[in-house]
């Protein structure tokens, strides 16, 4: 089992909450994260990230075409990571999506505790804007390698998922 | 004494292209870069400010791609070469062979000067396509000139022709200056 990149754990439920209430023509992220906390994986396969997180983006339903742009940030202190999701749906009415949104954040939440959004979701013409952000724990790795903890807490959600077992305290 | 023999890379139709929100037609493409090779240029960069790969609600979509406006000036010179400008994370190699076949033959990678490593995939499948890469490596500052030069020196050994030291942030006047221009020289 693979788990998708950090850009797409913090941005398809984003995407898919927009879907689940408007018809979505395309998707696009744009995951700003600290150069510190990018490793050498990550520096030397740059474009894989952005292929696998925009080929994620396409498999929420109806999402017909996806985007994703990465960028390492070498400002000091290290910022956290930070999305930009850009959604054009075809209609729809902006405060349903809104509460999906909401909704959809809050569920992540649950499993990445320093998921949330970093301002309020933006409505113009047809182009859903939504910022969300993750701090890590700050348990092992410093607290704005959140691009790491989200891996981490998305395994642990999947091994739990997958054992119907509660993971131990 | 030698004269130092001086290069032109025009980047009008590249950069030149954020003021206009990247609404470049082939037409003005073609009108543009007919003259810069009339005039003796070198190399002409042409597409969207922003790099490849760049149009997107966050950079602004332009009009036209970028292969159709590589397309297009590829069709008018005579002497000039057409660059192509790629921002690793936005960019992608798929868009590098892509511009290649529409006639782009020099690829100038563009990074912070400490993320160089990003670009070392794109510089060496520009250099199997049979392209020029360049490396367009920003803020030195942030490096100084020592640590600048290891980070050149790891676009050279990637197959980087050519570093150019793009003082965006407008620090290198006078000492610095100076000493960036002796790292390199050693």
Redo the contacts between chains.
Sequence with gaps: MNLITCGAQATVPIVAAVSSVASVAYA?T?STVA?RSAG?GT?????EF??ATARSLETVDGAVRG?S????N?AEPPLVIRN?V?V?TLGGDPDKAEQAIRAAVDEVSRYVLGYRLASEPQFRDE?VTVFVEVEGAGDYLPAYAGNLDIMTSAAVRVAELDTKEPAMA | MTVPRIRILDTTLRDGSHAIAHRLTPENVRHVAAALDGAGAWAIAVGHGDGL?AR???YGFGLHSDEELIAAAGGVVSRARIATGLL???G???DLESVYEAGARICRVST?C??V??G???LRLARELGMEPYSHVTMPH?LGPREFAEAAKLVADAGSECVYIVDTAGTLIGQPCFWFCLFFEN
């Design positions: 696009e744009v150069s050498p520096r030397q396969n740059i474009d952005t292929f985007k742009i990465i960028i390492l070498p930009t850009y054009q182009l | 790969g997107s609600v966050q690793p994370g936005i992608t190699r798929r912070l400490t993320e490593d990003i070392l995939q794109h942030l």
